[in-house]
């Protein structure tokens, strides 16, 4: 049990420029959790898998952000044209089906600076 | 319908004092809660979580929850404050119709002192 890895662990970007982050969730882990979190707040849900299904998108998720998980392994979250607003912490989580309602492993985050 | 209010987002006590970090939630079925905390630059590590079968299940390094549904609390104590508990605590509420989704409060930062 390795956790769960976030990649990178910082990203700088230009208005307008497009980003994708990665995690790798903890191997046995069915469901797969993606969350924001802005200074001063706590995490906002965005999105979650289970297996390689989108099973919800929180409003939070415009259309420039896109997550995948396409063999129910890693997951990937796009953003397109990215904003100032955009700015934040990212943060993915894993668990098992059955232990959804019991919390979640999260990784490190990726800090997205918007400049 | 959930929602979680963290009381104080600063707290600050003396090493070896009681901590006290205050959580009331509002759910419409019964809830599951949870305590974690987030070091600078980290994710949050699940410090202990309390189900609605009324099962506790604590965590570690020495936090217990003060749950009264009355009141709709879950606060976190721990009767002997380490330096190396400085860090920001977050309160979260879920239930078995969420999917597992967690709605978060906006987290207390606790400060040590010497």
Redesign the interface.
């Known amino acids: 049990d390795t956790g769960?890895s976030?990649d990178p662990?910082h990203k700088i970007t230009k208005r307008g420029q497009n980003v994708t982050f990665r995690c790798d969730p903890i191997s046995e882990h069915n469901?797969l959790?993606w969350y924001r979190q802005t200074l001063?707040?706590?995490?906002?849900?965005l999105t979650?898998f289970?297996n390689e299904a989108q099973?919800?998108k929180s409003r939070l998720l415009s259309d420039r952000f896109s997550a995948e998980r396409p063999k129910g392994s890693f997951s990937t979250l796009e953003i397109q044209r990215t904003e100032q607003g955009d700015s934040a912490m990212y943060?993915c989580?894993s668990?098992l089906f059955l232990d959804?309602?019991?919390?979640?492993?999260?990784?490190?985050?990726t800090?997205l600076t918007v400049v | 319908a959930q929602s979680v209010t963290q009381l104080g987002s600063h707290v600050s006590v003396s090493e070896g004092a009681l901590v006290l970090l205050r959580c009331n939630y509002s759910s419409s079925v019964p809830p599951y809660l949870f305590w974690y905390v987030q070091y600078p630059n980290q994710g949050l590590q699940l410090l202990l979580k309390y189900t609605s079968a009324a099962t506790l299940v604590k965590g570690i390094t020495g936090f217990e929850p003060e749950f009264k549904k009355s009141e709709t609390s879950f606060h976190l104590t721990k009767p002997s404050a380490h330096m190396s508990d400085a860090a920001e605590y977050f309160c979260a509420v879920s239930d078995r119709t969420n999917a597992g989704k967690s709605t978060f409060g906006d987290g207390t930062t606790l400060t040590v002192k010497p």
Do not use: D, I, K, M
């Open positions: 769960v976030q662990r469901r959790y001063g707040q706590g995490p906002e849900f979650y289970q099973l919800e943060l989580a668990s959804s309602n019991y919390g979640y492993t999260f990784g490190s985050g800090r």
